[in-house]
Each structure stands twice: as structure tokens, then as C-alpha cells.
């Protein structure tokens, strides 16, 4: 029997109409080619999430796809991306509201190249901490979301190797940003390291430690 679909209501097209703005960015920003990368955002215990395959230039609101906590589908006819249980795992195991995954270019070189990545800004401390670079695993396996979460413990974002980045927020825009600042910090150090004879200058735990409590007031109250 086929399961049974309901239609959205007025926060989850709301919700869509964001998520789809943000995958488009995430192209128009360079840091997925194609359909590679994906994006979810929570609205209740409905989790709506970007199709397997198809261009965010081409979603439109009736192409809505969503499942609920337990990847059951419940909105929409589009399969959802293969990396669901990826999404699903950070959604049952933290406060996210919003994921974003990405195949950004100096980011998934520095997974290549290390286990954390290190320390070479103080927006490091935006995402938790040192950014821990996840254990391979095939994508869309359990295998991957388990290396996933261990990474993204105490942080908010994280490198998979060979493969891209996985940042979560309470909204879609915290999240891409984190993805932003995140990919910036890689190409940071990658073009510091890459001067012969030279290695960039690293940040302390104790500057760390400085610089995450004056984050913590900065902006507007």
C-alpha cells in the first residue's frame, strides 16, 4: 500500500520557499556543483529536505518534500536526497533547526589533508571549537552519520573527508553561515601553508578560549 502524504501547511511552505533560497545560494556561492551538497530545515517534527538529483534552479513550492524524524515521508513525491540519515542524525541528537551540507572546494581539500583543522582564525570558535574532520564513509550510509556526529560533538560544524562539510543552526541563514565562515577558514590555511619554507601562525587554546568569550556578546541585543 502507498503511503499516505498529507498536504503542507502554512510554516512548512514557509519553510520550503527558505530552504530552497538557500540551496540556490549554496550554487550561487560556489560551494556545490550541480546537485552535489543537500539542505534541510525543521519545521515541527517534519523535516523538509532538497530532492535527490534535482537542480535547486528548478524547485518550485509543489515540488515540497519532507519526512518526519523517522525518514518516513510525509510530503511530497520527490525521493529525498540520499544523504537523509545523515540530516536525520543531527536532528535527533541536537537542537539544529537547519542543516547544510556542501562539496566546497578548499574545505574538502583540507579533509584530505588532515584530522582537524587548525586553529588559523578566531572564528573557529563560531563553530564550537577546532573543526574535527570525520572518518570516511561511503555517503548516505549509517556508517557516515555515525562518524558525523562523533565529530559534531560540542561543535557545530564539521569536515568529512574526501567528501565536504556539515554545519547545523537554529535557522538556515546561521547555518550557511557557519558553512561560509567554515570553507573561508580552509582557504585561509591552505594558502598560508602553501608558502614555501613558511607555516601560518596557529591561534592558542588560551586565545581560542579568549576570543569564544567575546563572540558570545558580539552583534546587536
Not at 191 to 197: E, K, L, M, R, Y
Amino acid at each position: 500500500m502507498a503511503e499516505q502524504r498529507r498536504d503542507a501547511d502554512g510554516d512548512e511552505v514557509r519553510a520550503w520557499a527558505e530552504l530552497v533560497a538557500t540551496a540556490r545560494r549554496t550554487v550561487a556561492d560556489g560551494l556545490v556543483v550541480g546537485t552535489s551538497g543537500n539542505v534541510s530545515a525543521r519545521a515541527g517534527d517534519t523535516v523538509l529536505v532538497t530532492p535527490s538529483g534535482v537542480p535547486y534552479d528548478r524547485l518550485t513550492p509543489s515540488d515540497i518534500t519532507g519526512v518526519d524524524l523517522s525518514g518516513r515521508q510525509v510530503l511530497g513525491s520527490l525521493v529525498p536526497t540520499s544523504e537523509l540519515p545523515m540530516h536525520l542524525a543531527v536532528y535527533r541528537t541536537t537542537h539544529a533547526r537547519a542543516v547544510v551540507h556542501t562539496h566546497a572546494v578548499h574545505a574538502t581539500a583540507v579533509s584530505t589533508l588532515v584530522t582537524e583543522l587548525p586553529a588559523i582564525h578566531y572564528m573557529t570558535c563560531a563553530l564550537g571549537g577546532p573543526v574535527r574532520v570525520a572518518p570516511y564513509a561511503a555517503y548516505g550510509t549509517p556508517e557516515l552519520a555515525a562518524h558525523l556526529l562523533r565529530a559534531l560533538e560540542d561543535r557545530s560544524g564539521c569536515l568529512l573527508r574526501n567528501h565536504g562539510t556539515v554545519t547545523y543552526g537554529d535557522t538556515l541563514d546561521a547555518a550557511y553561515d557557519r558553512t561560509a565562515q567554515l570553507e573561508w577558514m580552509c582557504r585561509v590555511w591552505l594558502t598560508a601553508s602553501s608558502v614555501p619554507g613558511l607555516a601560518p601562525a596557529l591561534l592558542t587554546e588560551a586565545e581560542l578560549t579568549e576570543a569564544g568569550e567575546r563572540l558570545r556578546g558580539y552583534g546587536q541585543r
